[in-house]
């Protein structure tokens, strides 16, 4: 229960004390108190969900009736809120949830970098209770300038879930990110790499990285699920290939020394659907027998946290590594494929340009006027997944089917992604109604319905 309380008279004071010559009561006689005129006046003490005393100072009575009215319906209802934890920084309530919350350890590195590099210098030492809506939206605003609109709503939401903690540990009272606008998210439509360009970039692919980019364009494995694969990834006589794990490459976190490059190990995949087992076509499979026969795999010493709770280190037998039997990293990867880009860049040019040259001397017959292919800037192992998942589409595969090739956690992420490549055919949706009508008669003669 809160009272209120008046600081500046005595509560029980002595019979016969002098009374306030400034202060009057129609129902009692006012004794000023050693604290007359110091202060606030009127003093609202309760105790708290925890037991433990809590006091607030008004000036006016009303105030003061009205705070206490409020903390005994929230202290009923159990949504109080302590004033005094509010004063505690944004950054001590981030760290607490970063620390305590389930993270991969992926996902864990880009909440801390999110937190340390766009949120923290913002928010960071402000009390928690103290940042506004208004605040959020400026920091909103400011970001979108350096931040793509998919890359800020994910930094957001991390705003959002810090700010959710805070409330339901009643650290305050509302989320300050309620209501806030983000921008729109306008994800481009993703443009399959042109059949050629596919063939140019294995065939300019290194010999020792050749199959390795066939069984990219032939499972539409991520980067770090190709380069996570050990030879028992492979049933040969199954023609499939099984993910069960990645190769991770973690940031290089900012406390370490510069020459202290982070060591990658293997750890599970993206998501829980991602754990699936692809099957392959012949000619992926014969090409990864005979990278087997001119680069046998050899251990590699690397730390396995596909448990998190029993991580080790062990001898991976990975079928793809480098020319010194390591793992592959990111920043050596892009290097190799950007002169493989080039090459096939190459390739493409020239073949044009014989083909153009053999269409003038055809006569240049309408029509028949061959296009430029390349491989577009920008271009990624990742778009030979695409390459992948154009293909499945193109040949009537269901979205199911689709989601569960790539891994996707939900059918509705394969949608957004590739749901323009579906086709949309008025014969294929005639042929459709046709085929489940089946022989049910019509109501009128066709000739009717033409007139009519």
């Not at 957001?156 to 300050?176: E, S």
């Not at 990219?216 to 040969?236: K, M, N, T, W």
């Not at 073949?351 to 001397?361: F, K, P």
């Not at 749901?419 to 003669?445: I, N, Q, S």
């Amino acid at each position: 229960m809160a009272n209120v309380y008046d600081r500046w008279h005595l509560s029980r004071p002595k019979q016969g004390a002098e009374p306030c010559a400034e202060h009057s009561s129609k129902t009692r006689v006012l004794v000023p108190s050693s604290d007359h005129g110091k202060g606030k006046r009127w003093q609202v003490r309760w105790y708290d969900a925890a037991g433990k005393q809590q006091k607030e100072n008004f000036a006016k009575r009303s105030q003061a009736d009205t705070r206490a009215a409020t903390i005994e319906a929230d202290l009923a209802r159990g949504v109080y809120v302590d004033p005094a934890a509010g004063k505690e920084s944004f950054r001590a309530v981030a760290e607490r949830w970063r620390s305590s919350a389930v993270h991969r350890s992926g996902t864990a590195s880009r909440v801390e970098r999110a937190l340390r590099i766009h949120i923290y210098p913002t928010f960071g030492d402000r009390p928690i209770v103290s940042i506004r809506p208004s605040e959020v939206q400026a920091w909103v605003k400011d970001r979108s300038q350096v931040l793509a609109p998919s890359t800020l709503r994910i930094t957001f939401a991390y705003l959002v879930t810090v700010m959710h903690t805070a409330v339901r540990d009643r650290t305050i009272a509302v989320n300050p990110c309620a209501g806030i606008k983000l921008p729109e998210v306008r994800r481009p439509e993703i443009v399959p790499l042109h059949r050629e360009a596919v063939r140019a970039l294995i065939e300019a692919a290194p010999p020792r990285y050749r199959a390795m980019i066939l069984l990219a364009v032939a499972s539409g494995l991520r980067q770090g699920e190709v380069f996570g694969l050990e030879v028992d990834c492979i049933d040969f006589l199954r023609r499939e290939v099984t993910v069960r794990q990645q190769l991770i490459v973690p940031d290089k976190d900012t406390d370490a020394a510069e020459d202290e490059t982070p060591e990658p190990y293997l750890g599970e995949p993206k998501t829980h659907e991602s754990y699936r087992t692809v099957p392959l076509v012949g000619l992926a499979v014969d090409a990864l027998a005979a990278h087997l026969q001119q680069y046998p795999a050899t251990a590699v010493d690397i730390e396995d946290r596909t448990d998190p709770r029993k991580p080790r280190r062990r001898k991976a037998h990975l079928l793809f590594t480098t020319d010194r039997s390591d793992v592959i990293k990111r920043a050596s990867w892009s290097h190799v494929w950007a002169r493989m880009e080039e090459r096939a860049n190459e390739a493409l040019g020239k073949a044009y340009a014989e083909a153009y040259a053999a269409w003038v001397q055809r006569g240049r017959p309408e029509g028949q006027e061959p296009a430029p292919v390349r491989v577009p800037d920008g271009a990624s192992m990742h778009d030979l997944r695409h390459f992948y998942a154009s293909a499945l589409i193109k040949n009537r595969e269901s979205v199911k089917t689709v989601q569960r090739r790539l891994g996707h956690s939900k059918p509705s992420i394969t949608l957004d992604i590739y749901t323009h490549l579906w086709p949309d055919d008025e014969d294929t949706t005639r042929a459709a109604v046709e085929a489940v009508l089946g022989d049910v008669p019509a109501l009128c003669p066709r000739a009717e319905i033409i007139s009519g």
